[in-house]
Nanobody, 121 residues
Framework: QVQLVESGGGLVQPGGSLRLSCAAS????????IGWYRQAPGKERELVAA???????NYADSVKGRFTISRDIAKNTVHLQMNSLKLEDTAVYYC???????????????WGQGTQVTVSS
């Protein structure tokens, strides 16, 4: 089992920034894909940004140019820097991870508890 703990959510104004963190119970190199997924009320959970253990990234079109995923290998942690936040970014953000041999962008095996991000004026 891989345990994931998110932090950094909160309430921000449109155009503002937040930095989310996901701390894993094992080395990031032992995880094939780790990233961020979000779920807004009434909608399905969707990929936001994810990264493989060899550094390949995948971003949702809606966040490209605004969000950046990064890894702190020494701390077993991944971050999501969110800039220029919009109302439609409001959602619960979950950290997800997969240890499959193949790259599975959309089917994490493990989930964190989620952290709320609310963008409101």
């Amino acid at each position: 089992q891989v345990q994931l703990v998110e932090s950094g959510g909160g309430l921000v104004q449109p155009g503002g920034s937040l930095r989310l963190s996901c701390a894993a119970s094992t080395s990031i190199f032992a995880i094939r894909v780790i990233g961020w997924y979000r779920q807004a009320p009434g909608k399905e959970r969707e990929l936001v940004a994810a990264v493989t253990n060899d550094g390949t990234t995948n971003y949702a079109d809606s966040v490209k140019g605004r969000f950046t995923i990064s890894r702190d290998i020494a701390k077993n942690t991944v971050h999501l820097q969110m800039n220029s936040l919009k109302l439609e970014d409001t959602a619960v953000y979950y950290c997800g991870a997969s240890q499959s041999v193949d790259v599975r962008w959309y089917r994490p095996d493990y989930w964190g508890q989620g952290t709320q991000v609310t963008v409101s004026s």
